[in-house]
């Protein structure tokens, strides 16, 4: 059997295998909703410029919302031998309205560009679920950040106790994070705010078209200025690929530490039963499986974003079959994106702050030992390698005596250079608010952070 749509040029039938293979029907389909919006657009143009009359856009309109009810409602037959939603919805509309109107939807457009402009439509609107999610997950963070100001805990580099922080200080630290991948996506959908309709195959078309009105119609800022490039494009979906793969890094680095936190070894948070799973033998278990998937769902959304860029490292202008490629890779990962902020964000609402096992924690490690030294430069004018040095001694002695430095009771008698007044700085809230540089763990400075964020959020 002939495919029907390039008929005229072959005399002989296609295999069926190659049917098959060249069909993407099963992937493309997701993209129904965006083809039938796209294909409006171009309709009402073409009727704007008098290559379509009144009547026959009126029949198309009706047409394909009829389509889509039947896609909507399970009715509509998804047939592989259409390769693609672009053929099967315009075989469908024929049906309905006649291959009379129906064959001249297609005037002024290829399936290159009609396939970018739909692609285009589908990014552009998983962009702006995304970042309803992640404005979502700020909120919680905040929630945090405002009620555990004054929980103390370990931060951490090289996963050694470093310094006191405050529970808030450490979770804003996150929230920046996801501040900064809302922006990332601000500006991947500014760039992507270009319609490519109307570009056809790649050469634009001889009609008279208004390529600016169909833009407009479908809320674009504006045209891609050369057709080759609009049909070849697929920045837009790099760009959101990258930014996936990026909120991926941040939110398993956080999954990281939230399965460091609720071990027995730790014992900082607790992780809420209706987001935790037991084990099939050991009837003790509970294990933190949301934050695991996600930390593993990372190496997914990594895999396609290598997968579209090595699609596209090569491929000759204009179009090429290559690119049918791009969007299966695509899909999965805004899906996972998207159930994976949900999902986390549910669980972070729920979770329990150990805050007496963040405290005890502080005692091992000496976190205090920073403080003693800037305070022997602050105060008694010791350059700073030798105070280092002076307080690398504290600590050894503190080693000896099986006690953290917090626990000292006389710094004098290790070193004469300590006064009465250096003991004081041996507390953990008294080290959290002596900072005073912008951006450190102060409850002063955390509450500007957190003034910084609300701001942020409520101007999205």
Known sequence: MKNEMWSGRFSGASDELLKEFNASLNVDKTLFNEDIQGSIAHA????SCGILKKEELDAIIKGLEQVKSEIEQGKFVFDIKDEDIHMAIEK??????????????????????????????????????????LKELIQTMLE????HKKTIMPSFTHLQHAQPVSFSFYILAYAFMLMRDIKRLQNSLELADFSPLGSCA???????????????ILEFKDIMPNAMDGVSDRDFALDLLYDIAVIFTHTSRLCEEMILFSSSEFSFITISDSFSTGSSIMPQKKNPDVCELIRGKTGRVYGNLISLLT??????LAYNKDM??????????????????????????EIQINKENMLNACKKGHLLATDLADYLVREKNIP???????????????EAQGIDI???????KIDPVFDEKAMELLNFEFSLNSKQSEGSSSIASVEKQIQILEGFIQNL
């Open 202 to 216: 790649c050469a634009g078309t001889s009609y008279a078209t208004n390529r600016e009105l169909s833009a407009e």
């Open 384 to 398: 700073f390698r030798k105070a280092h040095f002076i307080v690398g001694n504290v600590v050894a002695q503190a």
């Open 144 to 147: 945090h950040a405002k009620v």
């Open 311 to 316: 699609i596209m490292k090569a491929l000759p």
């Open 92 to 133: 469908r509309l024929s049906e309905i309205i006649g291959s009379e109107i129906g064959g001249r939807l297609h005037t002024a457009r290829s399936r290159n560009d009609q396939v970018a402009t739909d692609f285009k439509l589908f990014v552009k609107k998983s962009h702006i679920e995304l970042l309803k999610l």
């Open 406 to 412: 917090s626990e000292i009771k006389d710094l004098s």
């Open 44 to 47: 009402t143009m073409l009727e």
């Open 324 to 349: 049918q490629e791009d969007k299966e890779g695509l899909f999965d990962s805004v899906k996972t994106a998207k159930d994976s902020l949900i999902i986390l964000n549910a669980m972070l609402k």
